[in-house]
């Protein structure tokens, strides 16, 4: 009966106070005791006389004492919907959700603790605890997605389905890899003997596949020291995390999101170092999707740079 779910117990429900008191007080007796399991059971017995928030936070604590996490997240929610739920059911409740990587929901709840009691040392500290540990999954992906670009740039042409020509000239010009693509221009590839058309409509239909374009990384320094001059300027009113936000983490529409790729733009600092004349360059990106961006902006702080 231990593991039983508290619906199975709680089935017809009536609130009898009286009629749980005896299983109330054998509950508080078997934990005395420390028999937790046989006071969960009782517990359950006084949740399925009487259902209250009180009652139901009891079995939720012991649930949560066994290790029956998923239980215990259930009864909790439960008494979440109940005419006043004791404070500690927010604050229990949002400790199993960050263990289960559920920050957001876990900052939520810690957040309407904090509103209603701001001086709350529980909920503050686990709300620090739950903030570390979003910042530490967002730096874990940021740290991914860039070892999966760079493992890309370091894809060998020959991995691609070109031509033979293609391949040829590629080879001959020391072209190696798809990040070797990336910085040189489709003027520079035009340039060599034997190079033609045919050959450069295939592999810019190659890169544009994969969200990229030739080229794309000769400016990276430019706009890396863009970058960090913007870095400078906006200390203290915009911090350097929001700066590093990956985009990946934002809401864009699918349009937006191509036009970042082919610019080599991966964070908000990317983004604010560009012009607007600069993203409505890019084919198919219109005004809709440069409004998206700039609101995405003004949300974070930030606006796309202004030509001096």
Known sequence: MANAGLDTVIGATRNDPAAAAPFVKKAQQLEGEGQWVQALDAWKEAAAKDRTAKNLFQCAKLQDRLGMDDDALRTYEECTRLPSPPVQVFVNMAVLLEDAGQFTRAEKLLKKVLEANPTHNRATLFMKDVRASKDMLYDEEFAREGA??????????????LSVRARNCLKKMAIRTL??????????????????????????SMLTAKGLRLGQQLDRGHYDKIRTEMLEKLKGT????????????LDCSVRARKALQLLGIHTLGDLAARTEAELMGVKNFGQTSLEELKQLLVANGLSLRVLD
């Open 148 to 161: 999966r670009r760079d493992a890309l740039m370091d894809t060998p042409v020959t991995d691609f389905e």
């Open 238 to 249: 915009v911090s350097e995390e929001v700066l590093n936000k990956p985009l990946s983490q």
């Open 179 to 204: 990040g070797d693509l990336l910085r040189i221009s489709e003027a520079e590839l035009l340039s060599y003997k034997n190079f033609g058309e045919t050959s450069l409509v295939e592999i810019k």
